[in-house]
């Protein structure tokens, strides 16, 4: 290890690499990880370019050292984990704007810029890159787990917005995946098959994303109902109106109660189950669709209808959604943890599987709020728990089991954007079976046959006996 630590540095440059105990701490540990294991990356390794990336991977390849790649370090299953230690490769000097071809409505960056940063160097140009998950979240870390957001409703996912990838192979050898084009049927879809592979298949260091224009008239209502399910509901009719809707969030009474006691926003809240929309377009196709929603939800009861054209009083009215996560982390006292954990249903079965949910937990008297993407059926659970009491963290692990076994009874997906990391293997065996696993397995390991690219998370290894990660 000691002589691969020395030739990055000759090829590198002295501080290129770090050993540090604290950095390696920060690269290998994530406190809102649903899981974490006790082993660190032997070193931290920081790339300027797609080059510098093939050199490191080409001399872990010589050795067998496995490789990691972290951008935001936010992902939250255990994602950017080392259970095999190896070298953590950190995109921090890779944050670039590459270039951006307005006219052809697209931009080519580097994995460590976040999506807020992109859309502030790019509004000049009248152009956005739609999704939107947390703000701490980059492209990187997005692609490798084909996130989405809350715009997911009208502009689809990460698989939806990337053109192509730059991406780093495990031997070294540095591929395409495509052209620019927005559509091709030239041989295999590449970009697809590495979108959503956490970093397993090949190190992606540049990718061209898709850009909208920016609408003419953007609106945000807030509106709040009795009931989980009289929200449901009306997200329900909504979605079968047909209604042009750009984002459709709902966050229960508990979660709103915990973004008032975080005061994580300038505004209080009513505590009670909210949904959150967005409308944009046309000045009369924004109005005529708010009239609309208002409409339906007052069919299901809804209790107040607030919405606002004004851009500072819609990042107001939108800021407890975008807060959530970190409102409930900032509520942690002495051992508290916070599980976040997501799982995604057909639209049909969203207030099934949310009402279900919510009674368990209440009756085993677990502390969590309930919040999801109710336009695409994507619903997250928030629970914090004493994460030194077994027999408590015992009891959650297994609400998150049944969640999740209630998702793929009724058809859906053990994780709509969160990624399947360390945490949700043995799930994705169930959802998957393992004849598919199989076929994935096969691909890996054509691809990467040490398999050194991000061991341990996704699947194991087809000839490891015990599984690393739940």
């Known amino acids: 290890m ?3 630590i020395e030739e990055v540095r000759t090829k590198l440059g002295e501080d290129s690499i770090t050993t540090d105990d604290d950095e390696l701490h920060r690269h290998g540990y994530s406190e809102w990880s649903t899981i974490n294991v006790d082993v660190l990356p032997i070193a931290v390794v920081y790339p300027k370019s797609t080059e510098e990336v093939s050199e490191i991977a080409k001399i872990c390849y010589k050795r067998k050292i496995p490789i990691v790649p972290y951008s935001g370090g936010s992902s939250l ?17 890779m944050d670039k704007i590459l270039a951006l071809h307005d006219d052809d409505l ?15 160097d790019i509004s000049h140009s009248g152009l956005f890159f739609p999704v939107d998950p947390g703000p701490s979240a980059m492209i990187g870390g997005m692609t490798g787990t084909n996130c989405s957001g809350t715009n997911a409703v009208r502009y689809g996912t990460m698989k939806d917005n990337v053109l192509n990838l730059t991406v780093v192979l495990a031997d070294g050898t540095v591929i395409k995946t495509k052209r620019r084009p927005r559509k091709s049927s030239a041989g295999y879809n590449l970009t697809g098959m590495f979108i959503g592979s956490e970093g397993t298949l090949g190190i992606v260091t540049e990718i061209t994303l898709k850009l909208q224009v920016i609408p003419q008239e953007t609106s945000v209502a807030v509106v709040t109902f009795p009931t ?9 009719k909504i979605i079968k109106a047909g209604i042009p809707i750009g984002a459709m969030e709902i966050m229960d009474e508990v979660q709103m109660s915990v973004v008032n006691k975080s005061k994580s926003t300038k505004k209080v809240w009513r505590e009670v189950p909210t949904m959150f929309f967005k409308f944009s377009g046309t000045k009369a196709g924004v109005k005529e669709n708010v009239g609309l929603v208002k409409d339906l939800s007052k069919q299901c ?7 606002t054209a004004d851009a500072d009083e819609q990042k107001k009215l939108w800021s407890a959604r975008k807060e959530s996560l970190w409102s409930m982390l900032s509520l942690r006292k002495g051992d508290e943890e916070v599980w976040s954990t997501d799982v995604a249903v057909p639209l049909s079965r969203l207030p099934d599987i ?3 949910s919510k009674r368990e937990m209440d009756e085993l008297g677990i502390f969590s709020s309930a919040l999801g993407h109710v336009g695409d059926g994507n619903f997250h659970e928030c629970i914090m728990y004493n994460g030194k009491d077994p027999e408590e963290k015992k009891k959650v692990e297994e609400c998150v089991t049944r969640m999740v076994d209630r998702a793929l009874e009724m058809e859906g997906t053990c994780t709509g954007e969160h990624g399947i990391g360390l945490g949700k293997k043995k799930s994705l065996i169930k959802e998957l079976g393992l004849d598919t696993i199989g076929v994935m397995q096969k691909v890996k390991l054509s ?3 040490h398999w050194l690219m991000n061991p341990g998370k996704v699947f194991d290894h087809p000839a490891q006996d015990k599984p690393m990660g739940t």
């Not at 697209?106 to 502030?120: R, S, T």
């Not at 989980?228 to 329900?236: G, K, L, P, T, V």
């Open 228 to 236: 989980i399910r009289d929200a449901a509901s009306a997200a329900s």
């Open 77 to 93: 299953e255990g994602n950017f984990s080392a259970p095999y230690g190896g070298f953590c490769i950190d995109f921090a000097f």
């Open 301 to 307: 009861k809804s209790i107040d209808f607030e919405f």
């Open 447 to 449: 691809l990467d046959p």
């Open 106 to 120: 697209d931009v080519v960056v580097q994995p460590a810029i976040g999506w807020m940063k992109l859309n502030e």
């Open 354 to 356: 949310i009402e279900v």
């Open 2 to 4: 000691e002589k691969a």
